[in-house]
T-cell receptor, first 113, second 116 residues
Framework: DQQVKQNSPSLSVQEGRISILNCDYT??????FLWYKKYPAEGPTFLIS?????DKNEDGRFTVFLNKSAKHLSLHIVPSQPGDSAVYFC????????????FGTGTRLQVTL | DGGITQSPKYLFRKEGQNVTLSCEQN?????MYWYRQDPGQGLRLIYY???????QKGDIAEGYSVSREKKESFPLTVTSAQKNPTAFYLC???????????????FGEGSRLTVL
């Protein structure tokens, strides 16, 4: 039972253009959503988060949008840079089990020159 | 510098052997976690601990064991009962019970275990 889904395993975007990574969830009890970035053979690093009471959070080139009615969130990267090439994981926190995150399967982003 | 240290980075094991992965943090975080990453399956929670001398099973705890005798340390033992142990293992920590924060986890560099 995959509660957090990232349906696109990979995405290729040209440098300077917008990258949009999508994430869908099924659990209405999720109260926080986070995006992590991961390079090969390294641990994930936190990128940006959003509370379920908000619909947008922005940090520099990164913006996360949350649509609660659709149970959908997206990460926008503008402009995309070659250093953004990595695997991006969407994660969600359940208020009922507040000590753990549920992760999606990840989307591999490749930013081409 | 503060952070999470996992060792070893690479480990090979013969079938039937137990192996212990080390995780140490100097962030003064209360909570620690072990995740496993497999291709196409994201990160799955094995065990977590919110406080010293206490830990809970995650989603895939079978074949694993942990201990939390010190705040800084949360070792994971992969036992011979784990049917498919070859994977990338990630240790993480957070400030405290995630009801008190946004849920941000700080991860170590990972340990890749290969069973021969």
């Amino acid at each position: 039972d995959q509660q957090v889904k990232q349906n696109s395993p990979s995405l290729s975007v040209q440098e300077g253009r917008i990258s949009i990574l999508n994430c869908d969830y099924t659990n209405s009890m999720f109260d926080y959503f986070l995006w992590y970035k991961k390079y090969p053979a390294e641990g994930p690093t936190f990128l940006i988060s959003i509370s379920s009471i908000k619909d947008k959070n922005e940090d520099g080139r990164f913006t996360v949008f949350l649509n609660k009615s659709a149970k959908h969130l997206s990460l926008h990267i503008v402009p995309s840079q070659p250093g953004d090439s990595a695997v991006y994981f969407c994660a969600a926190r359940d208020t009922g089990t507040a000590s753990k995150l549920t992760f999606g399967t990840g989307t591999r982003l490749q930013v081409t020159l | 510098d503060g952070g999470i240290t996992q060792s070893p980075k690479y480990l090979f094991r013969k079938e039937g052997q137990n192996v212990t992965l080390s995780c140490e943090q100097n962030l003064n975080h209360d909570a620690m976690y072990w995740y496993r990453q497999d291709p196409g399956q994201g990160l799955r929670l094995i065990y977590y601990s919110q406080i010293v001398n206490d830990f809970q099973k995650g989603d895939i705890a079978e074949g694993y064991s942990v201990s939390r005798e010190k705040k800084e340390s949360f070792p994971l033992t992969v036992t011979s009962a784990q049917k498919n142990p070859t994977a990338f293992y990630l240790c993480a920590s957070s400030i405290g019970p995630q009801s008190m924060n946004t849920g941000e986890l700080f991860f170590g560099e990972g340990s890749r275990l290969t069973v021969l």
